[in-house]
């Protein structure tokens, strides 16, 4: 008991002593607190300040340079139209004239004639042989009307990439322009295997023996069309295709035929199917057996996809980088399914 008294004094020394670096090391930690807001502080309020405002400036100049390119390129384009639309209607006026002349023409040679025949006897009639003929070779010489591209409205005046691409950047920035497309599973080639969410894709070499075989399936190539077609109206869905060299992205009519190994079901080898393809490190556009070259820089991890059956116009478009690959301008003559095949890994529709 003694020694524990003894130890006492010493204990609280040792304490009060730690006591004492603590304070000072709280001191310590106030001051560089203290430094920290009187000095750091307002000079990172001042730079958030400025940062902020530089930041604010650039965005109005960049969104007013954008704005004044709009409408400036906005004024070209309805001056354009503007300018077509006085051209088709000045043709139609022309062939308005021209035509009214024409008819002039063929009623006073036909009333001559009827003249002619009506009021001359046998040998008068004989006798203005001549004149006949030539009435008849003048009337004959008015051609019959044909159909004329200078009369119709060329609607090529209106395309413009710059319209193009802000148009395609805005409709898939936004979600209620993307469809929610899904596989139509009785469409599914036994060479792929759909996920369960119907909208991922991947190939297997080896023909699944699972896949009950139907009229809507494809048998030999390894397509798969969507569950839904588009009719009217604008429509976009994006196609993450970085996993695969070789795919096929695009449209078709429901008329596309699934059997065999021939062009009818190949995909852009018949009249019935549109689709951007990549083969490698080759690009293409291809349709009807017409295949067109695309030139891309590099690989595109996502492919979108506009439908504008208004416009009759099909767009393929990478969001990454905000550049259209390639327009299509086409009559289509029916609904459209979205319509897909790979040949290499998977490809995934982006949901």
């Known amino acids: 008991m003694d020694q524990l008294w003894i130890q006492i004094p010493w204990m609280s020394s040792v304490l009060q002593n730690k006591i004492v670096d603590q304070c000072e090391r709280l001191q310590l930690q106030s001051a560089t607190i203290t430094k920290y807001v009187a000095d750091v502080l307002p000079g990172k309020n001042q730079r958030a300040v400025s940062t902020a405002s530089a930041a604010r400036e650039l965005v109005i100049q960049r969104l007013g340079l954008v704005r004044s390119l709009c409408e400036s390129e906005e004024q070209r384009l309805l001056e354009q139209v503007h300018g077509e639309e006085e051209r088709a209607h000045q043709s139609i006026l022309t062939q308005r004239v021209h035509w009214a002349e024409a008819l002039q023409k063929l009623d006073t040679i036909r009333g001559s004639l009827v003249d002619m025949l009506t009021h001359l006897d046998d ?15 003048e009337a004959e010489g008015i051609l019959d009307p044909k159909e004329s591209e200078k009369l119709n409205f060329n609607e090529k005046c209106t395309r413009s990439p710059l319209l193009t691409q ?14 929610d497309v899904r596989m139509d599973e009785r469409t599914v080639s036994p060479f792929l295997q759909l996920s369960d969410d119907r909208r991922t894709l991947t190939f297997n070499a080896k023909k699944s023996k699972a896949c009950a075989d139907g009229p809507e ?19 976009a869905w994006t196609v993450n295709v970085q996993n695969s060299c070789a795919y096929k992205v695009g449209v078709a009519l429901g008329q596309l035929p699934r059997k065999g190994s021939g062009s009818d079901s190949r995909l852009g080898c018949n009249a019935f199917s549109w689709v951007f393809s990549r083969y490698g490190q080759e690009f293409r556009f291809s349709h009807d057996g017409q295949h067109e070259p695309l030139a891309l820089l590099r690989c595109p991890a996502q492919l979108g996809v506009l439908l504008d059956l208004q416009a009759q116009e099909l767009l393929f478009y990478e969001p990454a ?15 459209l399914f979205p319509v897909f095949a790979v040949a290499d890994q998977t490809i995934s529709i982006v949901h």
Do not use: Y
Request: no cysteine.
């Open 123 to 137: 040998l008068q009639l004989i006798e203005k042989e001549q004149e006949i003929f030539e009435r008849t070779e």
């Open 166 to 179: 802000l148009w395609a950047t805005a409709i898939l920035g936004s979600l209620s322009g993307t469809e």
């Open 217 to 235: 399936r494809f048998d030999h190539w390894p397509n798969a069309l969507a569950d839904t077609s588009f009719q009217a109206g604008l429509h």
């Open 321 to 335: 980088s905000g550049t259209v690959l390639h327009i299509h301008h086409a009559s289509f003559p029916g609904p």
